[in-house]
């Protein structure tokens, strides 16, 4: 269709070429043009030849100097008000400064993300540039849905970036994807109510679910375990486990790893904390849903990344002097682990774009100091910084959140250079992408919740299924 289109276009295009060279023809005329009327004439074309070299030395003094032109679509998932304001107000002001732009913001949840890209790519129904998790990411990449990043890096500069970081998009030496800000999953208590009970700080699961135990009356839950099969918190949390002792939910030839003592060990820990502390709701909680909870009061731990204070500060602003982080437990608990679970948040720009200059400019203008720091503390703590040298700008530092939870940012920063995203233990792999991003894990949870199914054949049937579609992909 696209070629039929095009052919009739230039067909088009000829024959008004044609047209126009026959309209231009000399005309026979009974009367000759005096001389007066011939160079008047050939002045008017004399300047029309001056204004057309003006016009052309205009147009490539414009390109010279680089002047952007073109309309692009940003998708990302900053839903929350304070990130999505601070998006918008940098979109505008890049938009006055190059008034040949337009650039169109539309915001998705994470998991809608997923689902508009994934079913749009084949219709080329996908933005310009957009925001994106490690594990899609990679499967982008592998879809030959992005460009690499490689100028725009070294522009900004590749050595204020964290290697491990620019990694998570690397393929064959290209940068897909260039991270905008990075956090950690840590552990976040109440330290009024294991103060009230005595509790010490756990360091390992056994102390961890005790804990929970106890502290699960009076309206309070120990801790929700969340397995909702439109997100992929189970999948988190199983990590949390695995990941604590060294190993890794995809074994070193890149196949599902759930039938593994220590994996089984880890779905039966889960699953007991579900029966012993949680609201039996959470089978099917989201992240936002899981968070809520910690949110409100009604859960003691929870294992989520500093986004955790701002959302205390918006519901219960009471209890927000209560609120801190530490180490995600491990099973021994001498040698505690630093970092699991780490994000580094990305942008990437689309294959499909007609304009990925602009969208490339407009990217490296969100690292300019003012802008980037405004960006940060619209979620303080929650965003850290992906750039070297940012955390020690006086800037940053003054913010009344920041200095309030200094302990938590100190944990939350150790941990981001130690953790991986799920699955990266190995490097990044389209394996990682999947195993995130199925919602397997999540199905087999509630499979054994709410059918009775045995642990171990429900972790074989995921693992086999998961398996198939790694397989499949390659």
Not at 36 to 47: I, P, R
């Amino acid at each position: 269709m696209k070629k039929l289109l095009s052919m009739m276009l230039v067909l088009v295009m000829t024959v008004s070429l044609f047209a126009g060279c026959k309209s231009e023809a000399p005309a026979k005329e009974e009367n000759k043009t005096s001389a007066k009327d011939n160079k008047a004439e050939e002045k008017n074309k004399e300047q029309s030849k001056e204004q057309n070299e003006e016009s052309k030395a205009n147009e490539s003094e414009n390109k010279a100097a680089g002047e952007l032109e073109g309309e692009i679509t940003f998708w990302h998932s900053f839903t929350q008000g304070p990130r999505l304001e601070v998006i918008q107000k940098a979109a505008d002001k890049f938009m006055t400064e190059n008034p040949k732009v337009k650039i169109n913001i539309e915001t998705f949840s994470w998991n809608d993300f997923y689902a508009k890209w994934t079913t749009g790519l084949a219709s080329g129904n996908v933005p310009d540039m957009s925001t994106g998790l490690p594990g899609q990411v990679i499967e982008m990449i592998h879809s030959d849905a992005l460009i690499p990043l490689n100028d725009l890096v070294d522009e900004i500069g590749r050595d204020k970036f964290p290697d491990a970081a620019l990694g998570e998009g690397r393929v064959n030496g290209n940068e897909y994807s260039i991270p905008l800000y990075s956090h950690s999953q840590v552990m976040w208590i109440r330290k009024d109510l294991l103060e009230k009970e005595g509790i010490e700080i756990p360091k390992t699961w056994d102390e961890f679910y005790d804990a929970a135990v106890k502290l699960t009356k009076d309206g309070v839950y120990g801790c929700s375990f969340p397995s909702g099969t439109n997100d992929f918190q189970a999948t988190n949390f199983l990590n949390f486990y695995v990941k604590s002792v060294g190993e890794s939910l995809l074994t070193d030839d890149l196949k599902a790893n759930l039938t593994s003592d220590i994996a089984i060990e880890g779905i039966e820990f889960w699953l007991k904390v579900y029966e012993n502390c949680s609201p039996k709701d959470s089978i099917n909680y989201n992240v936002l849903d899981q968070a809520t909870l910690y949110y409100q009061g009604k859960t003691a731990f929870d294992f989520n990344s500093g986004f955790q204070i701002n959302g205390v500060k918006a519901n219960s602003p009471d209890l927000l002097q209560y609120v801190d982080a530490y180490p995600i437990p491990t099973k021994k608990g001498y040698e505690q682990k630093k970092g699991i679970t780490t994000a580094n948040t990305p942008m990437v720009v689309w294959k499909n774009s007609k304009y990925p200059e602009v969208c490339k400019a407009f990217m490296k203008t969100l690292y300019e100091k003012e802008t980037y720091i405004n960006f940060l503390h619209s979620v303080p703590v929650g965003m850290l910084p992906s750039i070297k040298g940012i955390a020690e700008e006086e800037g940053y530092k003054s913010n009344p959140i920041v200095q309030q939870f200094q302990h938590a940012e100190k944990v939350i920063g150790e941990a981001v250079p130690e953790g991986t995203a799920i699955g990266y233990e190995h490097g990044p792999s389209v394996q990682a992408g999947i195993l995130l991003n199925q919602h397997i894990i999540e199905k087999m949870f509630q499979d054994i919740i709410t059918n009775g199914t045995d642990v171990k054949v429900a972790a074989k049937k995921a693992e086999d299924e998961l398996n198939a579609i790694m397989e499949s992909v390659q």
